[in-house]
């Protein structure tokens, strides 16, 4: 009969010397990942496994529930365990976020999952077409005299702008749910427009366009860039920072809604009164 492990209340079927279960509970950024403790310690002279081979179970942080507690990225932390199950990286067909999934295997001290996500090497370790590309390769001017010539220029220079060519005509809606409280007296110190979260709708390709790393897409992750989604939002809560990034991406607002409810936080109508609203602002580019 396998006897249920005091520390991480999962039955232990592991190495009796080992003072882990052989199933361990992570919170990892809020996210929840059950694996084995061989898993953890695939790799020798990582991170986790210097953490799950060198130290005693109480000296490792853990979370209210008892798993034990990684602040990292919770959403990109899969793919790590992916790699440490079979030491094989497999990534969706469109992953835009192989930077910060290197900086993580970094800081999991995994060197070799770190060199197969370098940007100057492909997943079977050659050298990308983007980086082989030599600048003798580059679609050359012919010389020009006259006045002719620093307007052809200007029209190939500008034919071949990332920049121009990425800003693509679109709608980005931005909305909030917020609450305020209005006191007795109507007295305007209360507290005001209080955002819990800053939601974005529209098309994959445009939200991570302008809000970047500050888009968090844990509740549709992998969306291919040309599909739509709701379920992006903020990791800030200030509207006018989001509203700073759309204009700065060349979008202007064409429409605003909002509704509002008033409830009282008691019985007595002297008491304050909380309001609480959705609102959506829509912008576009065009």
């Known amino acids: 009969m396998a006897l249920a492990d005091p520390e991480c209340g999962i039955s232990n079927g592991a190495d009796s010397t080992s003072p882990f279960s052989d199933i361990i509970e992570l919170n ?17 002279d990582s991170l986790l496994w210097n ?10 942080a853990r979370d209210s ?17 992916d790699y440490l199950r079979d030491l094989n990286l497999v990534l969706p067909d469109y ?15 995994l060197r070799d999952l770190s060199k197969l996500l370098s940007p100057n090497m492909s ?21 020009l005299l006259g006045p002719d010539a620093s307007r052809t220029m200007s029209v190939a220079s500008t034919a071949h702008s990332p920049s121009i060519e990425s800003k693509k005509s679109g709608f980005i809606t931005v909305g909030y749910r917020g609450s305020y409280t209005i006191g007795r007296d109507i007295q305007t110190d209360a507290k005001f427009r209080r955002v819990a979260r800053i939601t974005v709708c529209g098309k994959t390709s445009l939200a991570k366009e302008v ?15 040309e599909r739509y989604t709701s379920r992006y939002y903020l990791k800030y809560n200030f509207l006018e920072q989001a509203f700073d990034k759309l204009s700065e991406f060349g979008f202007h607002m064409v429409a605003c809604s ?4 008033c409830a009282y936080s008691s019985n007595d109508p002297n008491e304050d009164k909380t ?10 580019r065009e």
């Not at 600048?135 to 010389?143: A, G, K, N, Y």
């Not at 809000?211 to 549709?220: I, K, P, Y």
């Open 123 to 143: 997943k079977d370790n050659s050298i990308t077409d983007e980086i082989c590309q030599s600048d003798s390769e580059e679609p050359s001017v012919p010389p």
């Open 258 to 261: 909002s509704t509002g409810t």
């Open 65 to 81: 529930k008892g798993r034990f507690f990684l602040d990292r990225d919770g959403f990109l932390f899969r793919y790590i365990l």
């Open 275 to 284: 309001w609480t609203s959705y609102t959506e602002y829509v912008f576009c």
């Open 95 to 109: 992953f835009p976020e192989k930077s910060r999934l290197q900086r993580e295997a970094e800081f999991f001290q």
């Open 28 to 44: 990892v950024g809020g996210q929840v990942y059950v694996t084995r403790h061989t898993t953890l310690i695939a790799v020798p």
């Open 211 to 225: 809000f970047g790393d500050t888009l968090n897409e844990s509740r549709d992750p992998d969306r291919p860039p």
């Open 51 to 60: 953490m799950f081979s060198k130290k005693r179970p109480t000296e490792l």
